[in-house]
């Protein structure tokens, strides 16, 4: 399918005619919408956790097909700002949806809408773009559960409303066609080949960050941030195999954070090295040497300038 890329026209090379376009994804925290992307790309570009907050920066997957470019945009979780880094998020989401040529409202059909779903879907109504809406969740409800869910989305989200299941692909080929049709006809914006424009630092401390929330609770997930220090390929003499040195820190807060994420006698980091090493080599293609760091930086979330340098907002 490389033949298709064309970045000077909005034919392929067999003149095809070919869509490509941006969806922004928003919803509320948990709505599903990082399973969502990665389901539909094929591929993990979104970590997933059940901690809000998990989404910090835009997260584009990218899906291709052989007429179609389809560019999903992640969105931080739409909620009341709680400090600097989450009004950051908050006003960069209006300011995504309001780049992108069209905008999926995701919900969570397992629980009860509230004010903030409101709020986001009169967000989104606001836009100068197409918006349709996904009850996302379904293969946790009943038939009756599922209806129910879908008349109570219809009383306020914008545009159609499709059921879907991210973590079963049930409704999601509907879907995707749908999204594809709000595409504008142009060339494609990515090679074929790729699932994401995300560069190769921020996916492994992605990774890394993924598995420090899973593992902890309460308040500090929000505190934790992961910086990539370096990333250094190897090929030993003896054709052993490529081994990649990755060296990073996870940053916290205050002093009892750090207690926390590094464990008695350094357990609870070692176990958040350990679980992140497999999707590290899936993504990098080679073993593995993870040194991991804990450091404190106290009041990161208020710091523009290093909010700044970390992408968020």
Not at 109 to 133: C, F, M, N, R
Not at 236 to 244: R, V
């Amino acid at each position: 399918m490389t033949e298709l890329f064309d970045p000077q026209g909005n034919e392929s090379f067999d003149g095809m005619r070919t869509r490509s376009g941006m969806i922004a994804i928003a919803g509320r925290p948990n709505a599903g919408k990082s399973t969502l992307v990665n389901g539909i790309v094929g591929e993990k570009v979104a970590i997933v956790s059940d901690k809000p907050q998990t989404t910090r920066r835009e997260v584009r997957g990218v899906l291709t097909r052989e007429d179609s470019q389809l560019i999903l945009v992640d969105l931080p979780g739409s909620q009341r700002p709680r400090d600097a880094m989450t009004e950051r998020m908050q006003k960069g989401v209006i300011r995504a949806v309001e780049d992108c040529d069209g905008a999926l409202f995701v919900i969570n059909g397992e629980q009860k809408s509230a004010g903030g779903d409101q709020y986001l879907a009169d967000l989104l109504k606001q836009a100068k773009v197409p918006v349709i809406t996904a009850v996302n969740k379904i293969d946790l409800l009943n038939k009756e559960r599922t209806a129910q869910a879908l008349l109570s989305a219809a009383e306020f989200a914008p545009g159609e409303i499709y059921p879907v299941s991210a973590r079963t692909g049930e409704g999601v080929t509907e879907l995707v066609a749908a999204l594809t049709e709000m595409l504008p006809e142009g060339p494609f914006l990515f090679p074929p080949e790729d699932a994401t424009d995300q560069p190769i630092e921020f996916r492994v401390s992605e990774l890394i960050r993924e598995q420090a929330l899973l593992r902890t609770r309460d308040e500090l997930p929000h505190a934790i941030e992961v910086q990539v220090d370096e990333i250094e390929r190897v090929e030993p003499a003896d054709d052993s195999g490529t081994i990649t040195y990755v060296n990073a820190h996870l940053w916290v807060e205050t002093d009892s954070q750090k207690g926390i994420v590094i464990g008695k006698g350094g357990k609870m980091i070692k176990a958040i090295g350990a679980a992140a090493r497999p999707g590290l080599e899936e993504l990098l293609e080679s073993h593995v040497h993870l040194e991991l760091k804990a450091s404190v930086r106290k009041g990161w979330r208020r710091d523009d300038g290093l909010l700044d340098r970390l992408g968020i907002g």
